[in-house]
């Protein structure tokens, strides 16, 4: 009788490849992931590299793209399409530099000086998220985050995949795994 219990409940047994830990993982992950999700979308209406290049042209002034591309560690053509969709939504001009006709600068709109405004005062609402826990539970938070966020630094190859600004991780070989 006790082994009909534990073959119907799944007590006593594990689920083929995955132990306990896993599952428990699994659901670690999947709730980071969901927050995270919750996190960018609040607060990168644009975009996570709009945001940036928005921010550091409202900080530094006009840059050329070529600029913006190599301190954003981007492709060029992520860098274009980007700039292309930011110029669209009219939150930056691109021009032609005068002095090298080649080179195309990225200027912030007013409506752009607007949007890093928001941004910034979303930054500061920030600490509303994370009320519902008490000031001890966000430094543990802070620091299991911290740990993870480390141990993990060496496992993602710096090469981003093909038309992404991320990272992919590596496998065993190094090599990017997908």
Do not use: N
Request: proline share 2%; net charge neutral; hydrophobic share 25%.
């Amino acid at each position: 009788m006790k082994e009909e219990s534990e073959r119907l409940t799944g007590a006593g047994h594990e689920h083929k490849g995955h132990s306990r830990e896993d599952k428990t993982q699994e659901s670690l992950g999947t709730k980071l992931d969901r927050c995270a999700h919750f996190l960018y979308h609040r607060q990168h209406s644009g975009g996570r590299g709009q945001g940036k290049i928005l921010k550091i042209l409202s900080v530094s002034g006009p840059l050329t793209q070529k600029e913006l591309q190599d301190r954003l560690d981007i492709q060029a053509g992520s860098m274009s399409e980007i700039a292309a969709k930011l110029e669209g939504k009219g939150l930056i001009t691109r021009t032609r530099d005068d002095a090298d006709k080649r080179r195309i600068l990225l200027t912030i709109t007013d409506e752009g000086r607007a949007d890093v405004a928001r941004y910034a005062e979303a930054r500061e609402r920030e600490s509303e998220l994370f009320s519902v826990l008490t000031e001890e539970e966000q430094r543990q938070l802070d620091t299991l985050l911290s740990r993870l966020l480390e141990s993990w630094k060496g496992q993602w190859k710096r090469a981003p995949r093909k038309g992404h600004g991320h990272h992919a991780p590596e496998g065993q070989d190094g090599e990017p795994t997908e």
